[in-house]
């Protein structure tokens, strides 16, 4: 089976290490739109726009899957995308919803999601989390994450004092934390470090590996090909992800 993997840069292949692990493809095409990141500043329509386009970049692949790691247009374009796409397209939301869902029972627990911007104002998150009952949830979005993880910060003080800009007023330590942006699994350790190690972290990748197999998706091949592509720099981006996927 085939998979196009779409992120609005390099973040998704937080997700496309999940998938690698998990053996579901042979082959994945990965877009970054490496171009025009970051999508969590910018408005829906821009965000419905662009994701189209991506569409169009993967149109000569015949993908039996398209999933997209991207939390900010999982949040805003998916019905768009699925009215013009021939395959399955899968998103990153439901998916986490789903593994806190399997994680998590007690529904009184206090749930931090952290997003872009555009994913925080949409309330997808919270929103689905309440219709299944977690009324204890709060949502910070932490876009900050977003250039520390392209630059590398992935540790150290700096870092450490950007976790504490945005999480120094929580007033309940949060039992498990919805890590709702494709960038922050890259942070995931100095993130669970900051709540003592006490926290549950969902992480997309992981839920969408969980969500596939959910569906019966079970293809395991020994090998997955992986090819890199994205809208600026091809080069630069394989560069970064072979970092990324080292880690
Ligand atoms: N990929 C985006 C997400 O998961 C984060 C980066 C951006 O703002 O485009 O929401």
Redesign the pocket.
Do not use: E
């Given at each position: 089976m085939r998979a196009g993997i779409f992120?609005?840069?390099i973040?998704?292949v937080s997700v496309l290490k999940s998938l690698m692990d998990s053996k579901i493809f042979a082959e994945m095409i990965y877009y970054g739109d490496t171009a025009r990141?970051?999508?969590?500043?910018?408005d829906k329509e821009t965000i419905i726009k662009y994701s189209l386009e991506a569409l169009e970049f993967f149109a000569p692949f015949e993908l039996d899957y398209l999933v997209v790691?991207?939390?900010?247009?999982?949040?805003y374009a998916l019905e768009s995308m699925r009215a013009k796409a021939s395959y399955p397209i899968i998103g990153?939301v439901d998916s986490g919803v789903l593994a806190l869902q399997n994680a998590l029972q007690d529904k009184d627990s206090p749930i931090l999601i952290i997003?872009?911007?555009?994913?925080t104002v949409s309330q997808v998150y919270p929103l689905a989390l309440n219709n299944l009952g977690y009324h204890n949830t709060t949502s910070i979005a932490t876009?900050l994450f977003?250039p520390f993880v392209e630059e590398g910060i992935l540790e150290g003080e700096f870092l450490h004092q950007c976790l504490h800009h945005y999480f120094k007023d929580l007033q309940t330590p949060p039992k498990a934390i919805i890590l709702?942006?494709?960038?922050y699994p890259f942070i995931a350790q100095e993130i669970k470090s900051y709540f003592k190690g006490e926290t549950l972290l969902i992480h997309?990748g992981e839920a969408i590996v969980e969500y596939l197999r959910s569906q019966g998706i079970y293809d395991i091949h020994h090998q997955t090909q992986v090819e890199f592509f994205s809208s600026e720099n091809s080069e630069k981006l394989k560069l970064i992800a072979q970092k990324l996927l080292a880690l």
């Open positions: 992120d609005s840069g973040g998704g990141v970051p999508y969590g500043s910018k790691a991207c939390n900010t247009v999982s949040a990153v997003a872009t911007q555009a994913t876009p977003v709702g942006c494709t960038h997309s």
